[in-house]
Nanobody, 113 residues
Framework: VQLQASGGGLVQAGGSLRLSCAAS????????FAWYRQAPGKQRELVAG???????NYADSVKGRFTISRDNAKNTGYLQMNSLKPEDTAVYYC????????WGQGTLVTVSS
């Protein structure tokens, strides 16, 4: 299973980005999909997750600003990020969890103040 994350970039504070994560070699259906991030010098942390049934959970720091979604037909997951803050700067990783756990390669999000 391979996950390809994309959509990162440089954005000013208050701006928006949409991350995508496309899976190959496996289907999204029946699996939990999540986004994590790792800022310089910090541990990787869970940003948002979505179950196979569509239930979502978010880190307190992103609630109300980020939205996770999935399109099982396209084997793709998304993270819509609005009202970005400099503290959101990190490498963002997608993860797919079923019988195994798979990680994408990461995409860098940089938010300038």
């Amino acid at each position: 299973v391979q996950l390809q994350a994309s959509g990162g970039g440089l954005v000013q504070a208050g701006g928006s980005l949409r991350l995508s994560c496309a899976a190959s070699g496996s289907t999204f259906s029946g699996k939990v999909f999540a986004w994590y991030r790792q800022a310089p010098g910090k541990q990787r942390e869970l940003v948002a997750g979505i179950s196979s049934g569509g239930s979502t959970n978010y880190a307190d720091s992103v609630k109300g600003r980020f939205t996770i979604s999935r399109d099982n037909a396209k084997n793709t997951g998304y993270l819509q990020m609005n009202s970005l803050k400099p503290e959101d700067t990190a490498v963002y990783y997608c993860r797919l969890v079923g019988s195994g756990s798979y990680w994408g390669q990461g995409t860098l999000v940089t938010v300038s103040s």
